[in-house]
């Protein structure tokens, strides 16, 4: 079975602009999560997505947004981006949601310039 | 709120020797569940095991072992003869009720030296 995909692996993107980055969930998994690590932060949860619809949410501001389309794919949108926004987006996708095991993908690395 | 605590951030052993990686959490709820994850130079984060707080029985995969202990909350990881290969970080993580969000430890940095 493939695992989770993410595209692209590396962005580069400047102050004020915004991007979508793209998650594949494992086949048959139909809940998508996201997570931005940063050296100062860490890991941090930004929102979850089952069956097309927003589930959780972390406490991140409204620049960051997401969908999750019929086939589970799921994108996240990050608006007027801000140097702070530099990090690895992880996505990760799990049977169910909830307690299952979430299996990660190789993430995005965003820099923001 | 709950936390997690891997109060280690640095490890660094000789190839073949034990090592133990803490972690430590919080919460209120009685039903959780706790996980550890692998986080190699490449980036993806590599899912190792998944605990609940019902079950405090020890696991051993391996060269893996993980110790659960409710009355001193505490989720150790234990490697066992380690390899270059296990050189990585690793994160404890905590869900509770019936959401899906992880809370991470900071992670723990291991170095194995040949």
């Known amino acids: 079975k493939a695992g989770v995909t993410q595209t692209p692996r590396y962005l580069i993107k400047t102050r004020g602009q915004q991007v979508t980055l793209s998650c594949s969930p494992i086949s048959g998994h139909r809940s998508v999560s996201w997570y931005q690590q940063t050296p100062g932060q860490g890991l941090q949860f930004l929102f979850e997505?089952?069956?097309?619809?927003?589930?959780n949410k972390g406490n991140f501001p409204g620049r960051f947004s997401g969908r999750q389309f019929s086939n589970s794919r799921s994108e996240m949108n990050v608006s007027t981006l801000e140097l702070g926004d530099s990090a690895l987006y992880l996505c990760a996708s799990s049977l169910a949601g909830g307690q299952s095991e979430q299996y990660f993908g190789p993430g995005t690395r965003l820099t923001v310039t | 709120a709950q936390k997690v605590t891997q109060a280690q951030t640095e490890i660094s052993v000789v190839e073949k020797e034990d090592v133990t990686l803490d972690c430590v959490y919080e919460?209120?709820?009685?039903?959780?569940?706790l996980f550890w994850y692998k986080q190699p130079p490449s980036g993806e984060l590599v899912f190792l095991i998944r605990?609940?707080?019902?079950?405090?029985q020890n696991e051993i995969s391996g060269r893996y072992s993980w110790n659960f202990q409710k009355s001193t909350s505490s989720f150790n990881f234990t490697i066992t003869a380690s390899q270059v290969v296990d050189s990585a970080v690793y994160f404890c993580a905590l869900i509770t009720g019936a959401n899906s969000k992880l809370t991470f430890g900071k992670g723990i940095t291991l170095s194995v030296r040949p």
């Open positions: 919460t209120r709820d009685t039903t959780y569940y």
């Open positions: 997505y089952f069956s097309e619809t927003q589930r």
């Open positions: 605990r609940n707080s019902f079950d405090e």
